[in-house]
């Protein structure tokens, strides 16, 4: 990397939606290259901050293995927004650089219609058996990629859920607890073939968060969060409403076509909506 490196670095860092724009108004090759020149981490932060269209027309020019790592940083609904715009054949070339689980879990999602359950939840979840005890349980939280974890799933055999339990309550009782003895058994589990909007209003999430999304044998392959469920169901009602084609897309195509000047792109506006990050810890 040149001199000119860290203050780059600095103002990705800062300033990501102003850095996003900036890269999404250069051309694709030299955007794609300098990406390239930078750590994984600071490509994926730009990338968040970008509409799905520009950040998969430069990751597909970016190289495999920077691709890839740009890919592992990201937060999983976006780098899943953003493979779904590529072609089948690069987007096979990045999923080969990642982890065999995370290349798994993109092809469940990617496997899914945009508007369903299953394109839009998170695969990483805490989810344990009944012979399991709160201090299991309590250990798996930790070892999470994210530290908060809003419920415990619990499975059976089949892995078809049996109950659920929220941190809060693990507190309340002996660590030697097991997780089946205490476990709330009158939970609702999505299908993950559902359309957001026929879930975002259910009154399952007054007393839960986040709930299991099973797929067509009732095996738990997943989680869904209200926050997502509703944001979904609102986007998806609008881009039906008006357009077949992504509202996000739209605009982020804009940035590509238009001749607005780099003192606009600059300017402080709010970002596209964007997922939140991937929640508890891999199946």
Same mark, same amino acid.
């Given at each position: 990397m040149g001199d000119a490196a860290p203050l780059t670095i600095a103002f990705i860092e800062k300033r990501p939606l102003s850095a996003a724009r900036t890269l !999404?108004? *250069?051309?694709?090759?030299?955007?794609?290259? %300098? $990406?390239?020149?930078?750590? !994984?981490? %600071?490509a994926a932060n730009a990338f968040s901050h970008m509409g799905a269209w520009?950040?998969?027309? $430069? #990751?597909?020019? *970016? &190289?495999?293995a920077s691709g890839g790592a740009a890919l592992r940083e990201l937060d999983y609904p976006n780098a899943t927004a953003i493979l +779904? $715009? *590529?072609?089948?054949?690069? +987007?096979a070339q990045l999923l080969t650089e990642l982890p065999e689980k995370l290349q798994r879990d993109f092809e469940t999602s990617l496997s899914f219609p945009e508007d369903t359950v299953g394109a839009q939840m998170t695969t990483a979840i805490v989810a344990m058996a009944r012979d399991h005890t709160i201090a299991d349980a309590i250990t798996q939280i930790r070892q999470s990629r994210k530290p908060k974890t809003d419920v415990v799933f619990v499975i059976d055999k089949a892995r078809k859920l049996a109950g659920a339990a929220s941190p809060a309550a693990l507190l309340c009782y002996p660590s030697k607890t097991k997780l &089946?003895?205490? *476990?709330d058994a009158n939970v609702v589990s999505l299908?993950? +073939?559902?359309? #957001?909007?026929?879930?975002? !209003? #259910?009154?399952?999430?007054?007393?839960y968060t986040q709930l299991a999304v099973v797929s067509r044998q009732k095996q738990v392959i997943g989680a869904l969060s209200r926050k997502t469920a509703q944001r979904g169901a609102d986007h998806y009602a609008l881009t039906d409403a008006e357009n077949p084609t992504s509202i996000a897309a739209s605009i982020a195509s804009a940035f590509f076509m238009s001749?607005? &000047?780099l003192a606009q792109l600059l300017g402080d506006v709010d970002p596209l909506p964007h997922s939140s990050k991937r929640e508890g810890e891999q199946l």
């Open positions: !999404a108004a *250069m051309e694709p090759d030299d955007a794609a290259a %300098f $990406l390239e020149t930078i750590p !994984a981490r %600071f520009p950040a998969s027309a $430069l #990751l597909a020019k *970016m &190289g495999a +779904r $715009l *590529m072609s089948e054949d690069r +987007r &089946g003895d205490i *476990m299908s993950a +073939r559902a359309r #957001l909007s026929a879930v975002s !209003a #259910l009154e399952a999430w007054d007393d001749g607005i &000047g």
